[in-house]
């Protein structure tokens, strides 16, 4: 994997964890979209320690970049040259998250990258590409999602019922990601949605439109709606419809 890590970042990222003496991975949505040939300039960097400490190494390694540090989050956000735009850059340490039943704001813990892609809403976005010299572009893929990819399949990496009750915004994620990529979202998972449409209703008006306006904005958005009414999301967020 290491011809998706051309970038010169991605070895400054690599020699800055090595000197911190931390395991550090680029993950998620960046890595899906390599697979799939998509452009991306997000990038989001998870490792095991601080992703601050390693942010601020980054940026000094780079320069003196500016580290925007979001310290009750533990993360920091870089912005680097990349042609005539920019990579931006987030670094997050490792961690586990458990939620209450009335939020879908979690409690969060320092955690393995094990525990970090078991949080994640999807296979095809729990994929981790190392970034250490000594295993640089190793792929780490737990949950088939390469496989899922090439069936193309949205699939949650845990129980589904766990997953959408957890954080009820991820039954829209599904529905928009199914809509972008012309990806089917296996049986398990839709009857999951359907089982806890209920539950859209503890995330704001706010988020909820953003992924409808990105469902909307897809080349072919009737896939989406025919879901949202199939699962009877439509009928919560829109019950006017």
């Not at 990222?13 to 890595?31: K, M, R, T």
């Not at 955690?111 to 994640?120: F, K, P, Y």
């Not at 959408?164 to 990529?181: G, W």
């Not at 306006?213 to 025919?226: A, D, L, Q, R, V």
């Amino acid at each position: 994997m290491k011809e998706f890590l051309q970038h010169k970042i991605f070895s400054v990222i690599a020699a800055a964890s090595d000197e911190l003496n931390q395991h550090s991975y680029v993950i998620g949505g960046f890595v899906r979209d390599l697979f799939l040939h998509r452009p991306s300039k997000d990038i989001d960097v998870v490792t095991i320690g601080s992703g601050i400490d390693l942010a601020e190494r980054v940026a000094a390694m780079e320069g003196g970049v500016k580290v925007s540090v979001f310290k009750n989050f533990g993360t920091a956000q870089l912005k680097v040259p990349d042609g005539e735009g920019f990579l931006e850059l987030e670094f997050v340490g490792a961690r586990k998250e458990s939620y209450r039943h009335d939020s879908r704001k979690p409690t969060v813990e320092e955690g393995t990258l094990e525990d970090d892609q078991n949080r994640r809403d999807f296979t095809i976005n729990a994929l981790a590409l190392s970034l250490n010299k000594d295993s640089f572009g190793e792929l780490l893929d737990p949950f088939g999602g390469i496989r899922d990819m090439d069936d193309k399949l949205i699939r949650t990496p845990l129980d589904p019922d766990i997953t959408y009750s957890d954080d009820p915004l991820r039954m829209m994620r599904a529905i928009r990601f199914a809509t972008q990529l012309e990806f089917t979202i296996v049986p398990d998972s839709k009857d999951a949605i359907t089982r806890n449409v209920k539950r859209i209703h503890i995330i704001s008006k706010e988020r909820v439109l953003d992924e409808l306006m990105k469902i909307i904005k897809s080349p072919k958005p009737s896939i989406g709606f025919w879901l949202l009414y199939e699962t009877g999301l439509l009928q919560e967020i829109l019950p006017e419809m």
